[in-house]
């Protein structure tokens, strides 16, 4: 097994907290709980990694996806310390380090200003989170390994009073969507590039 994505979010904030309780199917996450983010390949032996996390801790989860290629949990609890304890039961079971995991890589990241009215409104049609209106700065962020999405945009709602529109933290690649004025994205932007820059992990060239 391939630990790709391996990342802990200290503390839900208050949108992706409420964004992952529209996508997820799982048991949904609080705003203020802790996370742990968990991406492996191949896709099935995600199972057996959920089970030794739920075996040895009180997390709750509330995804389990799995792909023929990737394997993607997350799991939360308000102690940072059973969240931590689960991440340590996962990496025991598969007889790896936090090192080994895969070091965050922005495949691209765009800024568009002065949204038209139009284009807010084809976003708009396909975010399951925040809307974004006509005029407001657009920020579009694309990452591989995909759950590390998940803290890019929990980091960029701590820094900045932005609108999380969109995230998807599974697949080949993973994805993020923010809206707000152009001043609000600068600063998530900042906070974004900042948090996956200091991930350590193997080198990722893909």
Not at 15 to 34: C, D, I, K, N, Y
Not at 95 to 111: A, H, N, Q, T, Y
């Amino acid at each position: 097994m391939e630990l790709r994505t391996f990342t802990y979010l200290d503390v839900l904030q208050p949108q992706l907290a409420g964004f992952l309780q529209t996508v997820a199917s799982g048991f949904q996450p609080l705003e203020g709980q802790a996370s742990l983010f968990v991406e492996i390949a191949p896709g099935i032996a995600i199972n057996n990694l959920t089970d030794v996390a739920l075996k040895r801790t009180r997390c709750m989860p509330s995804m389990q996806i799995v792909e023929r290629a990737y394997g993607l949990v997350e799991l939360h609890h308000f102690d940072q310390g059973e969240v931590r304890q689960a991440g340590a039961a996962i990496l025991e079971r598969l007889g790896v380090k936090l090192e080994d995991r895969l070091k965050p890589r922005i495949m691209s990241s765009e800024v568009i200003t002065g949204i038209e009215g139009y284009q807010s409104m084809l976003i708009n049609r396909m975010r399951h989170g925040d809307m974004l209106l006509e005029g407001q700065t657009l920020y579009v962020l694309e990452v591989h390994p995909a759950a590390y999405a998940a803290i890019a945009a929990n980091e960029a709602e701590k820094a900045s009073p932005i609108r999380l529109l969109e995230v998807i933290t599974f697949g080949a690649f993973g994805r993020l969507w923010l809206g707000g004025w152009e001043a609000e994205i600068a600063e998530a932007v900042k906070a974004i590039q900042a948090t996956l820059g200091a991930i350590d992990g193997r080198a990722n060239t893909k």
